[in-house]
């Protein structure tokens, strides 16, 4: 009996107990000369693509495909993380560190479902990976059988749809052949992101007379792109350059461009100064003369000043959402207008979704940035007038070192968090990929943690899943292996996702989790101290019956799973425990206990009610 009798069998002996039919009741036959299994197509396929890894968590929908991955494993390495939601994650920040998509599986029902949040993860970031869901049978299509999602003649291709570019619901291997190239090309054009097949399980061992195809090109995303008129770039320049207080936004649109040599040339070309979204953190190096920051209610201070004292702002590919902006509050992070904004963007839908454009340019970030060097070249365009603005500047990133130079070494116990920001700082090598988590460690991450590298800082700004750092950490690792890969995750993070060290052991992945420990879900919390007079209800981690705040001894869960783990209690321990993370090529968790009632300062002018240890605002506020 062949394999796949055997699968039949298997489950005919089991669905007599089950009260349901076998799924697999027709078989077109061996495969002939001219003819190949779906699961065949799918992963020569993979190969043409050069996708190395593929991940995901076996079942019983999905062991077809991975009969066909078996044959090309000298080619495709195969990682199973303790969770399919895991596997999205490590996609995911592997796609924004190299920009090749990998493949992710899933078996049926609860598969897809734990996939789902990785998925809208990055659909949400514009990061793209390659899902394949497995589905009942074609015979059992709406018949109730296990795991098929048949109420009100649904499918999972449907529930996908709102979170890829496409769901392909493939109902023939032939389809294959079409579906394949189609999806590899749109995951990587125009704005990024996953692409889902909804596949029967029966069709990875079904046969067709049909070849593996090839890929339709594979070239980059920034290839495949619109025309941009030089007339709408030269009127851009020309308004920034005429100005008195320009400057530029590099947004998300930079990373997924892979534009930061480009964002670096026209920033000196023009010698006008950058600021960043949250997601745009790191498209130039922290100490570069022309960077002031991210800007935003948790941002850093000059860039925040500067951006509500602007007179012009050219935006690359940036989406202007509640958190940069102060939740679109006049006067809170922007003042527009009066302020004119010049916003370049790939999707058309973005331009103007949220404030005024006087000048909206549609394109890819990498090709504007490249016509724009070459004309301001051309032209000797520079800002003139520009010396009383960056004296004002310069004047408030002294007010920011100085407000933040006292907590980089304080003594504090629990820790300060900036102190222990500043030592991981001070010790990281240049190539250091950082991979924020969800939650306070997030934003105390994006206001103190120094890119020295552009493209080596992850994080997640649309859907904010947590989970993305603590797991997405891994995939940091498979797309830089000679880098060391930190994580900065929450215990509230670190919890969902433990299991993240036993799969770094298992497959050789050494990565650091600093796991800021405060028995809390910290930001969470914090709203109910500002927002609710101090009623705090399921955001502190409490034993019911000591009343103490509790949480497991992450750093024995660490040495548990095979990996290093060691707890942090004074600032003194911090420094030589993180250097020896970092060197030791193991993977480590160090828990590290913080000070709870530290809030991460908000640098906006709106007032929030006054409890200043939660919240504390910076600054005193000047607006022309």
Same mark, same amino acid.
């Given at each position: ?66 009969? *066909? ?66 589905? =009942? ?118 990373? =997924? ?16 100064? =950058? ?41 690359? *590919? ?148 947590? *989970? ?65 007079? *101090? ?90």
């Amino acid at each position: 009996m062949d394999w796949r009798r055997a699968y039949s069998s298997s489950f005919s002996s089991y669905s007599s107990e089950q009260s349901y039919s076998p799924p697999l009741t027709s078989y077109s036959g061996m495969p002939g000369s001219n003819e190949m299994r779906g699961a065949d197509i799918i992963a020569e396929y993979l190969v043409k693509e050069k996708v190395p890894y593929i991940l995901g968590y076996a079942g019983h929908g999905a062991i077809g495909l991975l009969d *066909g991955i078996y044959k090309q494993t000298d080619k495709i390495r195969h990682i199973s993380p303790r969770i399919e939601q895991g596997a999205g994650f490590m996609a995911d920040v592997y796609f924004r560190l190299t920009g090749q998509p990998l493949a992710v599986y899933a078996s049926t029902g609860p598969g897809p479902m734990n996939m789902m949040i990785s998925v809208a993860n990055a659909f949400y970031d514009n990061s793209a990976f390659f899902v394949i869901t497995g589905q =009942v049978p074609t015979t059992q299509v709406n018949s109730g059988a296990l795991q098929d999602d048949y109420r009100y003649n649904g499918d999972m291709s449907a529930i996908f749809q709102p979170v890829v570019k496409k769901s392909f619901r493939i109902r023939k291997v032939e389809e294959l052949c079409r579906a394949l190239p189609e999806a590899f090309q749109l995951m990587r054009t125009g704005r990024p992101g996953p692409v889902h097949f909804d596949m029967p399980y029966d069709l990875y061992i079904e046969s067709a007379p049909v070849s593996t195809p090839d890929p339709l090109q594979n070239t980059p995303a920034y290839e495949h792109r619109s025309s941009i008129s030089d007339y709408s770039i030269e009127r851009a320049l020309q308004l920034l350059c005429s100005s008195e207080r320009p400057l530029i936004l590099a947004g998300g649109g930079i990373r =997924v461009a892979d534009a930061y040599e480009e964002l670096r040339v026209l920033a000196e070309q023009l010698e006008i100064p =950058v600021y960043t979204s949250f997601m745009g953190k790191g498209s130039l190096p922290y100490d570069h003369k022309l960077h002031l920051g991210i800007a935003g209610v948790w941002g850093d201070y000059p860039a925040t000043e500067a951006c509500r004292n602007a007179d012009v702002i050219l935006a690359i *590919g940036a989406r202007f959402n509640d958190l940069h902006t102060g939740s679109w509050i006049p006067g809170y992070v922007y003042n527009i207008p009066p302020t004119k904004l010049i916003q370049v963007d790939i999707d058309a839908n973005e331009i103007g979704r949220n404030y005024p454009v006087e000048i909206g340019i549609t394109g890819d970030a990498k090709q504007f940035l490249g016509q724009a060097i070459k004309i301001a070249k051309g032209k000797a365009l520079r800002l003139k007038t520009g010396d009383n603005w960056r004296r004002e500047i310069q004047g408030w990133q002294s007010e920011w070192r100085n407000f933040c130079e006292p907590f980089e070494r304080s003594a504090e116990v629990p820790i300060e968090p900036r102190r222990m920001l500043a030592d991981m700082n001070r010790l990281s090598p240049p190539g250091t990929v950082m991979v924020d988590d969800i939650g306070n460690c997030q934003v105390w991450s994006e206001q103190y943690w120094q890119t020295k590298i552009p493209g080596t800082h992850m994080t997640s700004g649309g859907f904010a899943a947590m *989970g993305f750092g603590v797991c997405g950490v891994l995939g940091a690792r498979l797309a830089r292996p000679d880098s060391p890969c930190v994580t900065l995750c929450g215990d509230g993070g670190f919890m969902m996702w433990p299991h993240a060290v036993a799969t770094a052991v298992e497959y050789n992945l050494p990565a650091v989790w600093v796991v800021q420990n405060n028995y809390a879900i910290g930001t969470i919390r914090d709203l109910q101290r500002v927002y609710l007079d *101090g009623r705090e209800l399921g955001t502190s981690f409490v034993n019911e019956q000591t009343g103490q705040l509790w949480n497991p001894d992450f750093a024995a869960m660490a040495q548990a799973m095979g990996g290093r783990g060691i707890r942090i209690e004074h600032p003194d321990q911090f420094a030589d425990a993180y250097a020896e993370a970092l060197h030791s090529n193991i993977p480590t968790v160090l828990d590290v206990v913080i000070n709870r009632d530290t809030g991460v300062p908000v640098t906006g002018t709106w007032q929030m009610p006054p409890i200043p240890e939660v919240q504390p605002t910076f600054g005193q506020r000047k607006v022309r």
